[in-house]
T-cell receptor, first 115, second 111 residues
Framework: EAGVVQSPRYKIIEKKQPVAFWCNPI?????LYWYLQNLGQGPELLIR????????DSQLPKDRFSAERLKGVDSTLKIQPAELGDSAVYLC?????????????FGPGTRLTVL | SQQGEEDPQALSIQEGENATMNCSYK?????LQWYRQNSGRGLVHLIL?????REKHSGRLRVTLDTSKKSSSLLITASRAADTASYFC???????????FGKGTMLLVSP
């Protein structure tokens, strides 16, 4: 079974440029998460989707971050414009969904460097 | 914000020894999970313990939960060099799968 797929794995951009990350969750997983992980820290939730609905986006900086999950499968996270402080690893995870197993499966992450 | 706090921040042991990591949290939980992260495999789920459970085993892993003290411990027995990784506890407050992670414990197992 394929795991959570993320691309790109690495991205280097200049500040004020836009950037987008893509995630393909495990087939059949209704819940999709985007996390941000800074060096030496644990992941912090940015947004959680139940199918195509964003049910928890309270930690998403909406002035520059946006996300979508069309058709309840793949998801894209965008930053526009990027700032120096956005340098981090962006993780995507998926799980079966509410009321079912809480175990989350993580992708390898996208390491973003903003210069 | 991060709910869990792992202790110690770093731990260095020899192969064959046991490793114990602790996690404290602040608010009531539905369940608590432990994850491992290394450069080769990313974040991997290890074990989940529900709020009405006190102890759980999985292979060489033993997890305890004390909800009165808002704390959990992860014991890895007979450690191996391959156990070298960062270990995170994550709390699920509502049962709706939103996890809050701690800062992690870095474990180094030397051959």
């Amino acid at each position: 079974e394929a795991g959570v797929v993320q691309s790109p794995r690495y991205k280097i951009i200049e500040k004020k440029q836009p950037v987008a990350f893509w995630c393909n969750p495990i087939s059949g997983h209704n819940t999709l998460y985007w996390y941000l992980q800074n060096l030496g820290q644990g992941p912090e939730l940015l947004i959680r989707y139940e199918n195509e609905e964003a049910v928890d986006d309270s930690q998403l900086p909406k002035d520059r971050f946006s996300a979508e999950r069309l058709k309840g499968v793949d998801s894209t996270l965008k930053i526009q414009p990027a700032e120096l402080g956005d340098s981090a690893v962006y993780l995507c995870a998926s799980s079966l969904g509410r009321g079912r197993s809480n175990e989350q499966f993580f992708g390898p992450g996208t390491r973003l460097t903003v210069l | 914000s991060q709910q869990g706090e792992e202790d110690p921040q770093a731990l260095s042991i020899q192969e064959g020894e046991n490793a114990t990591m602790n996690c404290s949290y602040k608010t009531s939980i539905n369940n608590l999970q432990w994850y491992r992260q290394n450069s080769g495999r990313g974040l991997v789920h290890l074990i989940l313990i529900r709020s009405n459970e006190r102890e759980k085993h999985s292979g060489r892993l033993r997890v305890t939960l004390d909800t009165s003290k808002k704390s959990s411990s992860l014991l890895i027995t007979a450690s191996r060099a391959a156990d070298t990784a960062s270990y995170f506890c994550a709390t699920d407050n509502s049962g709706y799968s939103t996890l809050t992670f701690g800062k992690g414990t870095m474990l180094l197992v030397s051959p």
